[in-house]
């Protein structure tokens, strides 16, 4: 057994972990990684990276079918699943060198691939390595979750973590879960020419606004995704190509591969965590503000932290504890500001409360202003110009956003700016955007927010009324 003393011991290379390995490294920090599988996590190997690369591939399909509308002749596309595949492993390979074990030791961080265990509220080991760390951060992501439902057992079934390295092309695609994998998986599915069904417990995209949501769900049933909702998966029977999802109420679907997408548990079974005094609670390890765990001097962050699971989300993370962890200064983890989209065509993208939401906490207070994408001359061009963008606005302040459209994802960044530094409606409003672009649909809605108090509003039109009549 090698004994190992350092600054930080980071446990898991994802997300969160990389992030704060690269960081602390390179402000001077004595950092030890470990890693029990693959460098770079879920969002690189099986998460984020392939989805996105997958849904590139059925974009490309999807535009050969619908280029008529623009003159060009549409086609049937021809499509070769294993080649899509190809291309989805291909994308990864180019950005795993910026998360290797090379890239990492360059900046001097030890990397171990084993995985860590907890011997002692400060000892941690991992294969012949006992590793003692002033302190240590928590970043070991999650996996999906496999439900107890009868007979899941006894058929062959996907998850997030084998289905890109599928590559017979599945004649029928049986998907539980409506949410964003689910639903993400779906539509790139489909559009791959594979028909597709999504069986939803409750309701597709249910956390999300159900009016913005309904937008995205009444495309991908236009495109030909069957989604049935409120259809809890209660048994499932049959075999290889042949497989049975039975309902709470009764329906019966059948599909020749299943995938299960049913959320996510944070992965803490390996880590021993009553050794160290850290407590969990149902979605992870309970962490306070400042993402200390019940053993202060240990961090959890990321998808492990039981919070929002996001990428972005564990990398915002890992800059709060390099605060604390390094310089000794406060830092709390803030979550108004962290935005979210989901990427099917179209894209769904929420900051802050949705409006449902945003009325139980601000009641009275709140103004949405709303602004129909149906009207963004870009996208009339581009007969993509279907959607809609909220801002839930208090005393002028956006507290919320939630856009349906073409590029949601992208047009969130700018109200993630916004909040962030809680700006108000007005430098929205001020902005100059280059016209003709879709980024003119956020100065739409600020302007919608104005509109009423400008154009609707008695005061204003005196006032002109009497300033025309003495001006020159
Ligand atoms: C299909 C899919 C699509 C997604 N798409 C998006 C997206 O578009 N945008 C987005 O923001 N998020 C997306 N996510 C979520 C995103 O992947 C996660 O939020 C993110 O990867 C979390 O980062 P993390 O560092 O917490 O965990 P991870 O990236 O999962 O990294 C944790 C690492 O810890 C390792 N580990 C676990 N236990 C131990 C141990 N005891 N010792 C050592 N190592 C250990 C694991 O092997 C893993 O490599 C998606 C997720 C999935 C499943
Ligand atoms: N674009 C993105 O940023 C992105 C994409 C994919 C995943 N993710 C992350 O990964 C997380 C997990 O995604 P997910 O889609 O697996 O989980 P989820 O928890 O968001 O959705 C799971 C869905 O499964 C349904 N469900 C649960 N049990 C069921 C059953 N027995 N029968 C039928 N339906 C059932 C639930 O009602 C829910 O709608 C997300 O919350 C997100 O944080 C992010």
Not at 97 to 106: C, K
Not at 258 to 286: P, Q, W
Not at 414 to 442: D, F, R
Request: hydrophobic fraction near 45%; charged fraction near 20%.
């Amino acid at each position: 057994m090698e004994d190992i003393k350092c600054d930080l011991l980071v446990i898991g290379a994802g997300s969160g972990g990389l992030s704060v390995a690269a960081g602390a490294s390179q402000m001077g920090a004595s950092v030890v990684l470990l890693e029990g599988h693959e460098m770079g996590g879920d969002c690189l190997n099986f998460g984020c990276v392939p989805s996105k690369a997958l849904i590139a591939s059925a974009k490309a399909a999807h535009s050969q079918q619908t280029s008529g509308q623009y003159g060009v002749a549409d086609q049937v596309p021809q499509v070769d699943y294993a080649a899509a595949k190809a291309h989805v492993k291909d994308v990864i390979a180019q950005i795993a060198p910026v998360d290797s074990q090379e890239r990492f030791e360059g900046f001097g961080v030890r990397v171990i691939r084993e995985y860590g265990v907890f011997v002692s509220p400060r000892v941690v080991e991992a294969g012949e390595h006992r590793i003692t760390a002033r302190r240590v951060i928590v970043a070991t992501g999650s996996s999906p979750l496999v439900p107890p439902i009868p007979g899941l057992e006894s058929v062959p079934f996907l998850t997030n973590e084998t289905l890109f390295d599928l590559t017979e092309t599945p004649e029928h695609l049986l998907i539980i879960g409506g949410g964003p994998i689910g639903m993400e998986m779906a539509q790139a599915h489909q559009r791959l020419g594979i028909r597709t069904t999504v069986v939803e417990g409750a309701k597709a995209l249910g956390r999300d606004d159900p009016e913005m949501a309904a937008i995205v769900l009444e495309n991908l049933r236009a495109e030909g995704v069957e989604i049935a909702e409120d259809a809890m998966a209660k048994s499932i029977s049959g075999e290889a190509g042949q497989i049975a999802v039975e309902t709470q109420d009764g329906r019966s679907f059948t599909g020749s591969h299943l995938l299960v997408a049913v959320g996510r548990k944070a992965n803490v079974e390996r880590l021993n965590l009553d050794a160290a005094g850290i407590e969990t609670t149902k979605t992870g390890i309970k962490v306070d503000s400042t993402l200390k765990t019940t053993n202060r001097r240990v961090y959890a962050i990321g998808d492990v932290a039981g919070g929002a699971q996001f990428t972005h989300v564990a990398g915002y993370q890992a800059g709060v504890i390099i605060r604390s962890a390094l310089f000794g200064l406060p830092a709390k983890a803030r979550t108004d500001h962290i935005p979210y989209a989901t990427y099917t065509d179209p894209e769904l993208a929420q900051i802050g409360p949705t409006e449902a939401e945003a009325r139980a906490i601000y009641g009275d207070k709140l103004t949405v202003a709303r602004f129909e994408i149906d009207h963004n001359d870009r996208l009339i061009a581009e007969r993509k110009a279907k959607g809609l963008i909220k801002a839930m606005v208090v005393k002028g302040r956006p507290v919320g956003v939630s856009i349906a459209g073409p590029q949601a994802g992208e047009l969130i960044n700018l109200w993630a700016l916004v909040i962030a530094n809680k700006l108000k409606m007005g430098a929205v409003a001020g902005m100059v955007s280059p016209y003709p672009t879709v980024g003119e649909i956020n100065k739409r809605a600020a302007g919608a927010y104005f509109s009423p108090q400008l154009f609707d509003n008695p005061k204003v039109k005196r006032v002109v009324g009497f300033v025309q009549r003495w001006l020159p």
